[in-house]
């Protein structure tokens, strides 16, 4: 579904992502880990084209996303992408933030955008917050409404960077639960996280960043192996103390 091949970025004299190559299954789950700089979301940001690249080459479904030509505002259709921050509209309810691309992009009309922006909040488990606005619901619950949001145009692909790191630590696990769901449902998902036990449970493959680097691409049982690189070790360890 999408492949990197010898993918390089710069900002300035600075070199962020140096040669990564690697490629996501269709209908499979990526988790993205390493420690604080390694260009994780740098490499995320680059599927969507938020972040361009200097050197090397990205396609989804066989397309070279970076090359001339290509219409950026199409590709993003077809891209979710879920920030940390949740980015909703303060002054716009629940339902109305899921409709909106619905409207803007696919310029449907508010009566018939409004039963499928229904239809994926109850997807979401969030049915009964249609009228509510972002102020007025938990953290847990305004990137379970970004997360819907970023589903409405039925994406072919997900990207969440790291779509807990903004909650309290009793909000996380609903979001988890959520992505859980949607990984069962065959969503083709890269995740920028520090939750290793979703890494563990949920991923297909597990890509171990650092120093703008793919250090490591296998699937979680060697990643959590005695016998992963101490690299690799040295990171979990780190995780575990601060979580």
């Known amino acids: 579904m ?7 970025k710069w900002f300035g004299a600075v070199k962020v992502l140096t040669s990564v190559s690697a490629s996501v299954a269709k209908g499979s789950t990526v988790v993205l880990c390493g420690p604080s700089g390694s260009g994780k979301s740098t490499l995320a940001r ?8 200097q050197e090397g080459t990205i396609t989804i479904d066989g397309r070279d996303i970076h090359a ?3 219409d950026v505002n199409k590709l993003r259709t077809g891209i979710g992408f879920v920030f940390q921050q949740f980015n909703l509209f303060p002054h716009l309810t629940v339902l109305e933030n899921v409709m909106l691309p619905l409207q803007r992009i ?6 018939d955008a409004a039963p499928l922006a229904m239809e994926m909040l109850s997807r979401v488990g969030l049915a009964e917050k249609a009228k509510s606005l972002p102020a007025d619901i938990s953290g847990g619950q305004s990137q379970r409404v970004a997360i819907a949001r970023s589903l409405i145009l039925n994406p072919g692909v997900l990207i969440l960077d790291e779509p807990t790191s903004a909650l309290d630590p009793e909000m996380v696990g609903e ?3 959520l992505l859980r769901k949607l990984s069962e449902d065959g969503m083709t998902m890269m995740c920028v996280t520090h939750e290793m036990g979703f890494a563990r449970e949920v991923s297909d493959r597990i890509w171990f960043l650092k120093k703008g680097e793919l250090r490591f691409d296998d699937e979680p049982t060697a990643f959590f192996s005695t016998d992963a690189p101490s690299e690799v070790r040295s990171f979990l360890s780190a995780v575990n103390r601060t979580h």
Do not use: A, M
């Open 2 to 8: 999408i492949e990197f091949d010898k993918v390089s």
């Open 175 to 177: 979001v988890l639960k």
């Open 106 to 111: 696919r310029s449907y009309s508010r009566k």
């Open 68 to 70: 001339t030509g290509v």
């Open 46 to 53: 680059t599927v969507n084209r938020l972040e361009p690249i």
